[in-house]
């Protein structure tokens, strides 16, 4: 059981970061298909955009992923994903926060987890 637990943790940790990693390519999509170039208001801007197909699929308008959950702020020219694992320890370990710069940063080997805010990413470490 204990095996079973550390490889399910593994397996979510690996599919939050490219969970992560396809979100700022969204993001980064959407921002580009605007006439002024911003950024998504809300998740649901990039699974169901005004006009054209979704960025992402519905799966992110549950709030929880892989055993993550997901909170997003932006302003028209930034953004922040922050992801917590749901269950601390049983789903994942480490709470990720990636950004408009698109640096993913983690609460790695016990350190400090980041924090999310319309202006981007604070703390953690890169990942």
């Known amino acids: 059981k204990l095996r079973e637990a550390i490889e399910r943790n593994n397996a979510n940790e690996a599919a939050v970061k490219s969970d992560l990693k396809v979100f700022v390519s969204a993001a980064e999509s959407f921002r580009l298909g605007q006439d002024l170039s911003t950024y998504p208001a809300s998740i649901e801007n990039l699974v169901k955009p005004a006009s054209g197909p979704g960025y992402l699929d519905a ?4 709030g929880t992923k892989h055993g993550y959950h997901f909170t997003f702020a932006s302003t028209p020219s930034t953004f922040s994903v922050l992801a917590i694992p749901s269950e601390a320890h049983l789903s994942g370990t480490n ?17 400090e987890a980041p924090k999310a805010g319309p202006d981007g990413c604070l703390g953690g470490s890169p990942v």
Do not use: K, M, P
Request: contains cysteine; aromatic residues 10%.
């Open 59 to 62: 799966s992110w308008l549950q």
């Open 95 to 111: 709470t990720y926060c990636v950004d408009q710069t698109g640096v993913l940063v983690a609460s790695v080997n016990g350190g």
